[in-house]
């Protein structure tokens, strides 16, 4: 294999290898959504249960914390659905193509070789900056879930630990 060949493949694997990036980040992204909609569930539950006894009163100290919980909740789902926004991936054009393709259409191998991996060189440039973005949404959604879930263990602790009962 010749170097051109080599630098061509190379540039093939590594195009491939963003698509199957962009797929995973995007596929995190909905998973990311699904546990935090199942853990702002675990929390309104709680919220209904302790709500519902009538001989029990919640800490003052809980309801920011509530707002603070769901609001990093809501966050790290709208970051996560970022992740799945359809970002300008660089593509070929078409017609350009095909008008290349006319006019050296008598060429070396060599020369048509080096004007398609420069090409592909350029879609990878696109991929990775597209996919470098949605890489942030997506470690600032999880970032925001972790802070939900750290507020939300500290709500349940406040909830058992600090309500108070009165009496009957």
Not at 14 to 38: F, M
Not at 124 to 139: E, I, P, T
Request: net charge neutral; with cysteine.
């Amino acid at each position: 294999m010749d170097g051109d060949e080599v630098y061509s493949t190379f540039l093939t694997e590594r195009l491939d290898a963003q698509e199957a990036r962009k797929a995973s980040l995007e596929q995190r992204g909905i998973i990311v959504i699904t546990t935090a909609g199942a853990l702002a569930t675990l929390l309104l539950a709680v919220a209904g249960v302790v709500t519902s006894q009538k001989d029990y009163g919640p800490p003052a100290s809980v309801t920011p914390l509530l707002v603070a919980t769901a609001a990093a909740f809501l966050f790290a789902a709208l970051l996560a659905l970022a992740t799945n926004l359809p970002l300008r991936y660089r593509e070929i054009d078409v017609p350009t193509t095909l008008a290349m393709m006319q006019a050296h259409w008598g060429e070396t191998s060599t020369s048509a070789l080096a004007r398609t991996t420069a090409t592909r060189a350029a879609l990878l440039r696109g991929a990775q900056r597209a996919n470098n973005m949605k890489s942030w949404l997506l470690v600032a959604a999880l970032g925001c879930e972790a802070i939900a879930l750290v507020l939300l263990v500290v709500v349940v602790a406040l909830l058992l630990g600090q309500g108070t009962l009165t009496a009957r």
